[in-house]
C-alpha cells in the first residue's frame, strides 16, 4: 500500500520561502510520478509541480514557474517542493500524489499539509 506523508507547512510572509517534503513508501516508485497539487478554500484543487521518480523530468504549473522547485531524494524516498518567492495567492493546503508513468489519473494521496502566506 503506497503512504504519502507530507511535511514542512507553515505560516510565512509574502516574499518567505518554505520547502515541504513528502515520505514516499510502500512501494518501489522507478514507474511513479510523484506530484504536489495545493487547494485553497472555495477553490477546486489545482496541479503544481511533478516529478518522474526515474530520470527526474520535471514539469510546473505556469502560476510557479521561477519560483517553486520540485525534486527527489532516493536514498530518503521523499519528494521535495522548494517554495521561494511566496504570495498570498499561494495559500492552500497542499497535496502529495502519486501515479503510474503510463496513466494521466493520480491514485495516492497525501493528507495535506497546510501553507499559509500572510501579506
Known amino acids: 500500500q503506497v503512504q504519502l506523508v507530507e511535511s514542512g507547512g507553515g505560516l510565512v510572509q509574502t516574499g518567505g520561502s518554505l520547502r515541504l517534503s513528502c515520505a514516499a513508501s510502500g512501494r518501489t516508485f522507478n514507474r511513479y510520478v510523484l506530484g504536489w497539487f495545493r487547494q485553497a478554500p472555495g477553490k477546486e484543487r489545482e496541479f503544481v509541480a511533478a516529478?518522474?521518480?526515474?530520470?527526474?523530468?520535471?514539469n510546473y504549473a505556469d502560476s510557479v514557474k521561477g519560483r517553486f522547485t520540485i525534486s527527489r531524494n532516493h536514498t530518503q524516498s521523499t519528494v521535495l517542493l522548494q517554495m521561494n518567492s511566496l504570495r498570498p495567492e499561494d495559500t492552500a493546503v497542499y497535496y502529495c500524489a502519486a501515479r503510474l508513468f503510463m496513466v494521466t489519473s493520480y491514485d495516492y494521496w497525501g493528507q495535506g499539509t497546510q501553507v499559509t502566506v500572510s501579506s
Open positions: 516529478i518522474r521518480w526515474s530520470g527526474g523530468s520535471t
